[in-house]
């Protein structure tokens, strides 16, 4: 107990109901593109599949972190197609792709991702039908599903990933087995998931 007490004090784990997980760098602390080069290869090889699935015409919902924004990078440059995304880092990089159209979500923003979220952003997404939601996760565990370590993110994923015909996970595999507090959605809800080689045999056969 103490040691736990300690470590939560370095900021190194969070205490939860039943027991502790480590917690992520904080993102402050490394740069985005320091963040971006991180598992580069394997995120952008998962990216060029992802965006390789985007149709013309289509409204995409864009999910938040480094492999949405390698996604982004991959676009089609002659794609005509609408980009929701609560993103603002992938907004403005969006605005460099003349035929795609941006919808931004507004709300509480998270400074050290870049992503707004909280009722604003919820209430927004409760109005917005897309036919895909591409997005990445911090956990990825075949019994308890897709998890996030803060409650508010992990909200407004569950309401923007409700709206989408198709759920599409693009999750490198160090994603694969962290299991975090808040569930997003179970992973029989998912139609696609897109991962690298380095994915556990048991978990790709499931």
Known sequence: RRDLDRLEKEGLLTKAYGGAYLREPRLRDRSLAERL???AQAKEAIAIVAAGMIREGETIFLGSGTTCLWVVR?????????????????????????????ITIGGQLEKDSGVAYGPIAEQTLSGINTD?????????????GLTHAAVEIAAYKRKALAAAQQLIVVADSQKIGKIYPYIIIP????????????????????
Request: glycine content about 2%; proline content about 8%.
């Open 132 to 144: 895909k939601a591409i997005f990445s996760v911090m956990g990825f565990s075949i019994e308890r």
């Open 37 to 39: 080069m991180t598992r």
């Open 74 to 102: 991959h676009f089609p440059k002659d794609l005509s197609c609408t980009v929701v995304t609560a993103d603002v880092r992938l907004a403005v990089e969006l605005c460099n792709l003349p035929k795609v159209n941006v």
């Open 187 to 206: 992973p029989k809800e998912l139609d696609i998931v897109i991962t690298d080689e380095d994915a556990p045999p048991a978990f790709v056969d499931e």
